[in-house]
Protein backbone atom coordinates (compact mmCIF):
# COMPACT_ATOMS: atom_id res chain seq x y z
CA UNK A 1 0.00 0.00 0.00
CA UNK A 2 3.11 2.55 0.76
CA UNK A 3 4.28 1.65 -2.44
CA UNK A 4 0.86 2.22 -4.18
CA UNK A 5 0.81 5.73 -2.71
CA UNK A 6 3.92 6.64 -3.32
CA UNK A 7 4.04 5.92 -6.86
CA UNK A 8 1.01 7.61 -7.41
CA UNK A 9 1.95 10.85 -5.43
CA UNK A 10 4.48 11.07 -8.25
CA UNK A 11 2.73 10.19 -11.07
CA UNK A 12 0.88 13.97 -9.82
CA UNK A 13 2.11 15.79 -12.75
CA UNK A 14 2.20 19.74 -12.48
CA UNK A 15 -0.54 20.85 -15.10
CA UNK A 16 -0.88 24.21 -17.15
CA UNK A 17 -5.08 23.58 -17.55
CA UNK A 18 -5.48 26.55 -19.69
CA UNK A 19 -3.48 28.43 -22.36
CA UNK A 20 -1.31 31.65 -20.93
CA UNK A 21 -1.29 34.88 -22.51
CA UNK A 22 2.22 36.05 -21.56
CA UNK A 23 3.33 39.86 -22.13
CA UNK A 24 6.80 40.41 -21.55
CA UNK A 25 7.95 43.92 -21.00
CA UNK A 26 11.58 44.96 -21.39
CA UNK A 27 12.67 48.29 -19.76
CA UNK A 28 14.80 50.56 -20.82
CA UNK A 29 18.30 49.07 -20.63
CA UNK A 30 20.44 52.53 -19.35
CA UNK A 31 23.55 50.76 -20.81
CA UNK A 32 24.98 48.26 -23.38
CA UNK A 33 26.25 46.21 -20.68
CA UNK A 34 22.38 45.40 -19.39
CA UNK A 35 20.69 45.78 -22.57
CA UNK A 36 22.51 42.01 -23.48
CA UNK A 37 21.24 40.67 -20.31
CA UNK A 38 17.95 41.28 -20.55
CA UNK A 39 17.90 41.00 -24.80
CA UNK A 40 19.12 37.64 -23.85
CA UNK A 41 16.84 36.52 -21.24
CA UNK A 42 13.73 37.97 -23.55
CA UNK A 43 14.79 35.34 -26.14
CA UNK A 44 14.53 32.76 -23.77
CA UNK A 45 11.17 33.42 -22.55
CA UNK A 46 10.26 33.87 -26.32
CA UNK A 47 11.12 30.46 -27.04
CA UNK A 48 9.96 28.76 -24.05
CA UNK A 49 6.32 30.11 -24.91
CA UNK A 50 6.12 28.97 -28.20
CA UNK A 51 7.25 25.59 -27.14
CA UNK A 52 4.54 25.50 -25.04
CA UNK A 53 1.91 26.96 -27.46
CA UNK A 54 1.69 30.00 -25.36
CA UNK A 55 0.14 33.16 -26.93
CA UNK A 56 3.05 35.48 -26.68
CA UNK A 57 3.58 39.64 -26.55
CA UNK A 58 6.75 41.45 -26.15
CA UNK A 59 6.91 44.94 -25.82
CA UNK A 60 10.79 46.71 -25.95
CA UNK A 61 12.40 49.64 -26.52
CA UNK A 62 13.02 48.55 -30.29
CA UNK A 63 9.07 47.72 -30.49
CA UNK A 64 7.63 50.26 -29.01
CA UNK A 65 10.13 52.79 -27.82
CA UNK A 66 8.12 55.57 -25.46
CA UNK A 67 4.88 54.05 -26.32
CA UNK A 68 5.88 51.03 -24.29
CA UNK A 69 3.46 52.22 -21.44
CA UNK A 70 0.43 52.45 -24.27
CA UNK A 71 1.58 49.21 -25.65
CA UNK A 72 0.95 47.48 -22.21
CA UNK A 73 -2.23 48.77 -21.13
CA UNK A 74 -3.53 48.23 -24.80
CA UNK A 75 -2.33 44.25 -24.58
CA UNK A 76 -4.31 44.13 -20.94
CA UNK A 77 -7.66 45.89 -22.38
CA UNK A 78 -7.37 44.14 -25.40
CA UNK A 79 -10.62 41.40 -26.00
CA UNK A 80 -8.54 38.33 -25.92
CA UNK A 81 -6.95 39.04 -22.96
CA UNK A 82 -10.60 40.17 -21.40
CA UNK A 83 -11.44 36.37 -22.35
CA UNK A 84 -7.92 34.66 -21.09
CA UNK A 85 -8.31 32.56 -18.13
CA UNK A 86 -4.36 32.49 -18.01
CA UNK A 87 -2.36 35.84 -17.87
CA UNK A 88 1.30 36.29 -17.38
CA UNK A 89 3.03 39.42 -17.39
CA UNK A 90 6.92 39.27 -16.95
CA UNK A 91 9.89 41.80 -16.70
CA UNK A 92 12.90 42.25 -17.80
CA UNK A 93 14.82 46.15 -16.53
CA UNK A 94 15.44 48.04 -14.05
CA UNK A 95 12.85 49.13 -11.40
CA UNK A 96 12.79 52.64 -9.91
CA UNK A 97 11.14 53.49 -5.91
CA UNK A 98 10.66 57.28 -4.53
CA UNK A 99 7.65 59.38 -3.28
CA UNK A 100 5.72 58.74 -6.01
CA UNK A 101 6.08 54.67 -5.19
CA UNK A 102 7.70 51.94 -7.35
CA UNK A 103 7.72 52.06 -11.20
CA UNK A 104 9.00 49.61 -14.06
CA UNK A 105 11.55 52.01 -15.50
CA UNK A 106 10.55 52.13 -19.86
CA UNK A 107 10.97 54.46 -22.24
CA UNK A 108 9.02 57.32 -22.72
CA UNK A 109 6.74 57.14 -19.09
CA UNK A 110 7.33 54.75 -16.58
CA UNK A 111 4.67 52.36 -15.45
CA UNK A 112 4.00 52.39 -11.42
CA UNK A 113 2.71 49.70 -9.34
CA UNK A 114 -0.57 51.56 -8.11
CA UNK A 115 -1.68 51.80 -12.20
CA UNK A 116 -0.84 48.00 -12.92
CA UNK A 117 -2.69 47.10 -9.60
CA UNK A 118 -5.82 49.62 -11.40
CA UNK A 119 -5.79 48.06 -14.66
CA UNK A 120 -5.71 44.47 -13.34
CA UNK A 121 -8.09 45.10 -10.75
CA UNK A 122 -10.94 43.62 -12.30
CA UNK A 123 -8.59 40.18 -13.00
CA UNK A 124 -10.30 37.72 -11.19
CA UNK A 125 -8.60 34.42 -13.16
CA UNK A 126 -5.07 32.88 -13.26
CA UNK A 127 -2.53 36.04 -13.33
CA UNK A 128 1.04 35.30 -12.64
CA UNK A 129 3.22 39.07 -12.36
CA UNK A 130 7.20 38.37 -12.35
CA UNK A 131 9.27 41.85 -11.48
CA UNK A 132 12.95 40.71 -12.27
CA UNK A 133 14.23 43.99 -11.16
CA UNK A 134 15.29 46.05 -7.89
CA UNK A 135 13.11 47.89 -5.79
CA UNK A 136 10.47 45.21 -6.82
CA UNK A 137 8.32 44.36 -3.30
CA UNK A 138 5.98 47.22 -3.54
CA UNK A 139 4.62 45.66 -6.56
CA UNK A 140 3.64 42.47 -4.50
CA UNK A 141 1.77 44.13 -2.20
CA UNK A 142 -0.24 46.14 -4.85
CA UNK A 143 -0.98 43.00 -7.05
CA UNK A 144 -1.36 39.95 -4.66
CA UNK A 145 -4.69 38.27 -4.68
CA UNK A 146 -6.37 35.19 -4.91
CA UNK A 147 -5.58 33.13 -7.98
CA UNK A 148 -2.72 34.72 -8.17
CA UNK A 149 1.13 33.95 -8.20
CA UNK A 150 3.59 37.36 -7.57
CA UNK A 151 7.85 37.11 -7.99
CA UNK A 152 9.92 40.38 -7.03
CA UNK A 153 13.22 40.02 -7.32
CA UNK A 154 13.56 42.15 -4.04
CA UNK A 155 12.00 42.19 -0.53
CA UNK A 156 12.24 45.85 0.09
CA UNK A 157 12.13 48.73 -2.26
CA UNK A 158 15.05 50.23 -1.11
CA UNK A 159 17.17 47.55 -2.72
CA UNK A 160 18.20 50.08 -5.92
CA UNK A 161 21.17 48.41 -6.95
CA UNK A 162 20.71 46.40 -10.40
CA UNK A 163 19.10 43.06 -10.38
CA UNK A 164 20.34 39.73 -11.75
CA UNK A 165 17.04 37.74 -10.49
CA UNK A 166 14.62 38.22 -13.33
CA UNK A 167 17.55 36.52 -15.60
CA UNK A 168 18.29 34.10 -13.96
CA UNK A 169 14.61 33.25 -13.44
CA UNK A 170 14.15 33.42 -16.98
CA UNK A 171 16.81 30.83 -17.41
CA UNK A 172 15.52 28.80 -14.78
CA UNK A 173 11.97 28.44 -16.17
CA UNK A 174 13.95 27.25 -19.50
CA UNK A 175 16.13 24.76 -17.75
CA UNK A 176 15.53 21.11 -17.09
CA UNK A 177 17.70 21.03 -14.06
CA UNK A 178 15.29 23.57 -12.16
CA UNK A 179 13.16 20.36 -12.16
CA UNK A 180 13.05 19.87 -8.23
CA UNK A 181 10.30 16.93 -8.27
CA UNK A 182 11.10 15.75 -11.96
CA UNK A 183 7.88 15.73 -12.93
CA UNK A 184 9.55 16.77 -16.94
CA UNK A 185 8.06 20.19 -15.99
CA UNK A 186 9.43 23.15 -14.42
CA UNK A 187 6.79 25.09 -11.94
CA UNK A 188 6.87 29.16 -11.30
CA UNK A 189 7.57 27.82 -7.63
CA UNK A 190 10.45 25.81 -8.92
CA UNK A 191 11.82 28.62 -11.24
CA UNK A 192 11.50 30.64 -8.45
CA UNK A 193 13.44 28.58 -5.83
CA UNK A 194 16.60 28.15 -8.84
CA UNK A 195 16.61 31.60 -9.45
CA UNK A 196 17.01 32.25 -5.95
CA UNK A 197 19.56 29.95 -5.71
CA UNK A 198 21.87 31.18 -8.99
CA UNK A 199 21.28 34.72 -7.35
CA UNK A 200 22.73 33.62 -3.68
CA UNK A 201 25.66 31.92 -5.21
CA UNK A 202 26.69 34.79 -7.79
CA UNK A 203 26.81 37.17 -4.77
CA UNK A 204 28.68 34.54 -2.75
CA UNK A 205 31.31 34.05 -5.99
CA UNK A 206 31.47 37.30 -6.47
CA UNK A 207 32.29 38.03 -2.67
CA UNK A 208 29.51 40.77 -2.14
CA UNK A 209 26.66 41.57 -0.02
CA UNK A 210 23.51 40.65 -1.45
CA UNK A 211 21.43 44.00 -2.59
CA UNK A 212 18.22 41.45 -3.96
CA UNK A 213 16.21 38.91 -1.67
CA UNK A 214 13.47 37.44 -4.30
CA UNK A 215 10.27 36.64 -2.52
CA UNK A 216 6.87 34.76 -3.99
CA UNK A 217 3.47 35.34 -3.09
CA UNK A 218 0.94 33.20 -4.28
CA UNK A 219 -1.79 32.78 -0.96
CA UNK A 220 -2.80 36.15 -1.63
CA UNK A 221 -1.95 38.04 2.04
CA UNK A 222 0.57 40.21 -0.11
CA UNK A 223 3.53 39.53 2.33
CA UNK A 224 6.22 37.33 0.30
CA UNK A 225 8.24 34.32 1.71
CA UNK A 226 11.94 34.22 0.59
CA UNK A 227 13.23 31.05 -1.00
CA UNK A 228 15.00 29.98 2.34
CA UNK A 229 11.62 29.51 4.11
CA UNK A 230 11.45 26.32 1.73
CA UNK A 231 12.88 23.07 1.63
CA UNK A 232 12.33 20.93 -1.16
CA UNK A 233 8.70 22.20 -2.53
CA UNK A 234 7.57 22.68 0.69
CA UNK A 235 7.69 24.91 3.47
CA UNK A 236 10.11 24.02 6.39
CA UNK A 237 7.59 23.30 9.43
CA UNK A 238 7.88 26.77 11.38
CA UNK A 239 8.41 29.04 9.03
CA UNK A 240 7.10 32.72 9.64
CA UNK A 241 4.88 31.81 6.35
CA UNK A 242 1.71 30.68 5.90
CA UNK A 243 1.48 26.78 5.12
CA UNK A 244 -0.26 27.46 1.81
CA UNK A 245 2.40 29.56 0.19
CA UNK A 246 3.65 28.08 -2.77
CA UNK A 247 1.20 25.68 -3.27
CA UNK A 248 -0.48 27.46 -6.10
CA UNK A 249 2.89 28.41 -7.88
CA UNK A 250 3.50 24.19 -7.96
CA UNK A 251 0.63 23.81 -10.28
CA UNK A 252 1.67 26.22 -12.96
CA UNK A 253 4.45 25.70 -15.88
CA UNK A 254 5.17 26.84 -18.95
CA UNK A 255 6.90 24.11 -19.82
CA UNK A 256 5.62 21.80 -22.94
CA UNK A 257 4.62 17.96 -21.34
CA UNK A 258 4.03 15.22 -23.37
CA UNK A 259 0.24 15.51 -22.24
CA UNK A 260 -1.90 18.00 -20.89
CA UNK A 261 -5.14 17.68 -18.79
CA UNK A 262 -7.68 20.47 -19.27
CA UNK A 263 -9.99 21.34 -16.21
CA UNK A 264 -13.04 23.42 -16.12
CA UNK A 265 -12.72 26.34 -12.89
CA UNK A 266 -14.99 23.77 -10.66
CA UNK A 267 -12.59 21.52 -10.92
CA UNK A 268 -9.38 23.50 -10.40
CA UNK A 269 -11.02 24.48 -7.36
CA UNK A 270 -11.94 20.96 -6.10
CA UNK A 271 -8.40 19.82 -7.11
CA UNK A 272 -7.23 23.01 -4.99
CA UNK A 273 -9.08 22.01 -1.57
CA UNK A 274 -7.70 18.50 -2.23
CA UNK A 275 -4.24 19.45 -2.61
CA UNK A 276 -4.20 21.94 0.35
CA UNK A 277 -6.04 19.09 2.25
CA UNK A 278 -3.05 17.15 1.74
CA UNK A 279 -1.00 19.40 2.75
CA UNK A 280 -2.78 19.59 6.07
CA UNK A 281 -2.48 16.12 6.17
CA UNK A 282 1.12 16.21 5.94
CA UNK A 283 1.41 18.77 8.57
CA UNK A 284 0.08 16.47 11.28
CA UNK A 285 1.26 13.25 10.14
CA UNK A 286 3.58 12.61 13.28
CA UNK A 287 0.45 13.12 15.74
CA UNK A 288 -1.24 10.18 13.79
CA UNK A 289 -0.88 6.56 13.64
CA UNK A 290 0.51 5.10 11.01
CA UNK A 291 -2.98 3.60 10.01
CA UNK A 292 -4.70 5.98 10.15
CA UNK A 293 -1.97 8.72 8.34
CA UNK A 294 -2.33 6.22 5.12
CA UNK A 295 -5.86 5.74 5.21
CA UNK A 296 -6.80 9.50 5.07
CA UNK A 297 -3.94 9.84 2.74
CA UNK A 298 -5.11 6.70 0.24
CA UNK A 299 -8.89 8.64 0.62
CA UNK A 300 -7.27 11.86 -0.62
CA UNK A 301 -4.62 10.57 -3.49
CA UNK A 302 -7.66 8.77 -4.81
CA UNK A 303 -9.90 11.56 -5.33
CA UNK A 304 -6.56 13.40 -6.63
CA UNK A 305 -6.21 10.59 -9.17
CA UNK A 306 -9.64 11.63 -11.06
CA UNK A 307 -8.05 14.44 -12.53
CA UNK A 308 -4.91 12.74 -13.78
CA UNK A 309 -6.02 9.76 -14.80
CA UNK A 310 -8.06 8.95 -18.45
CA UNK A 311 -11.64 8.02 -17.10
CA UNK A 312 -11.46 4.35 -17.82
CA UNK A 313 -8.30 4.22 -15.71
CA UNK A 314 -9.88 6.06 -13.26
Known sequence: MKFFLTLTLLA???LSPAKQHVLLIQG??????????FSKAAELWSNLTKQANADFTLVS??????????????????????????????YLGHG???????????????????????????????????????????FLSKLAGENRVIITATRSPTELNYARFGEFFAQALA?????????????????????????????????????????????GDGKGTPASQFSGLRLIPKAQAPASEGRFARNLSLSPQLSRVDLSPAQREERHRLETELELLYSKKEYLSEEEYFDKLEGILSQLSQFYLPHDES
Open 175 to 219: SETSDIDRDASVSLLEAFLSASAATETFYKEAGRLSSEHALIDDN
Open 96 to 138: TYNAGGAKLNLPGDDLSASELAEWLADKKEELVFIHGGSASSP
Open 28 to 37: AAGGPEFEQG
Open 61 to 90: PKNAGEASKKRIHAWIESPERRQASSLWIA
Open 12 to 14: VAT
